[in-house]
């Protein structure tokens, strides 16, 4: 029965701004225990347990709407509100990134179902996308979401096929995501482009941290997936992420306007950050 399933395309279609070509988009439904939450991770994802009725449901992968076309991709409220000049790069950029997307998933049916395979690839796709977008939506910050999200989901693939290289795939996309995180904040205390145009910063779905969750994944990424070849540029590095998330729970000051999550985990990134400036000044 059509309410049994897990998701379902609707009815009427979009149009691909940058080739005209028709799209359903698929939505996730969310009702009869289709979602059990479970823990949220220290990347603040949110975790869901699998039912025996449904299985593994993984909402991230129906985030984004891409063209089966043209590989056209981007976040469901930027897909059909794009500029013109916008369109125009997208439009001259499509061979490129179909066929940089060919060797790393292959060519997904964006018409069919989403798996994890075609979700991932959405991601990949839309962080290419952002690269053409106007600075007024916020596009580097969306490009470290899609790169975070789309690691997320490799890792998820890799528990399901240990032997297909998608820990390297997810390792890859998490040092992307270190980069436009750090990009993303550069730009808006310089003032070339504003986090909080973005809307929804997640990281996940079910709740929106905001910039202090964007700070907080900033600092986590650059401990995790920052360069560690130069011992110099590590330093300065890792400073700059442990002065970042000391900020966000004032030098262990309880604050009421924090959530828990990004509290109590900024201290154990604070301090795991500290052991490593520790050890390098004994070296």
């Not at 890859?172 to 929804?200: C, M, P, T, W």
């Amino acid at each position: 029965m059509a309410n049994e399933t897990i998701s379902f395309f609707s009815r009427k279609p979009i149009s691909c701004p940058a080739c005209e070509a028709s799209i359903y988009r698929e939505e996730l439904r969310t009702g009869r225990g289709r979602l059990n939450a479970g823990n949220l991770t220290d990347e603040l994802r949110r975790q869901y347990i699998a039912s025996k009725k449904y299985g593994a449901v993984y909402p991230l992968i129906y985030t984004v709407t891409a063209c089966p076309e043209c590989g056209y991709a981007a976040f469901a409220q930027d897909f059909e509100t794009i500029s013109a000049t916008a369109v125009e790069r997208i439009q001259a950029s499509s061979d490129d990134r179909l066929n940089a997307l060919k060797p790393v998933f292959g060519i997904p049916d964006f018409s069919a179902p989403r798996s994890l395979i075609s979700g991932c690839a959405a991601y990949f796709l839309a962080m290419s996308c952002y690269d053409h977008f106007d600075a007024e939506v916020a596009p580097t910050i969306k490009q470290g979401l899609c790169a975070l999200r789309a690691a997320w989901l490799c890792n998820d693939l890799h528990r399901s096929s240990p032997n297909e290289n998608y820990d390297y795939l997810a390792a890859v996309f998490y040092r992307k995501a270190r980069f436009f995180y750090a990009l993303a904040v550069e730009r808006e205390q310089d003032g070339s482009e504003s986090i909080g145009n973005a809307g929804h910063l997640g990281p996940d779905l079910d709740k929106n941290y905001g910039y202090d969750g964007v700070l907080y994944i900033s600092a986590l990424l650059e401990y995790r997936y920052g360069p560690t070849s130069d011992d110099d540029f590590r330093r300065q590095a890792l400073d700059r992420a442990k002065r970042t998330v000391a900020r966000l729970f004032g030098m262990g000051k309880a604050s009421k306007n924090k959530p828990t999550a990004i509290l109590d985990n900024a201290r154990d990134v604070y301090d795991a950050i500290s052991r490593e400036l520790g050890v390098k000044e004994e070296e």
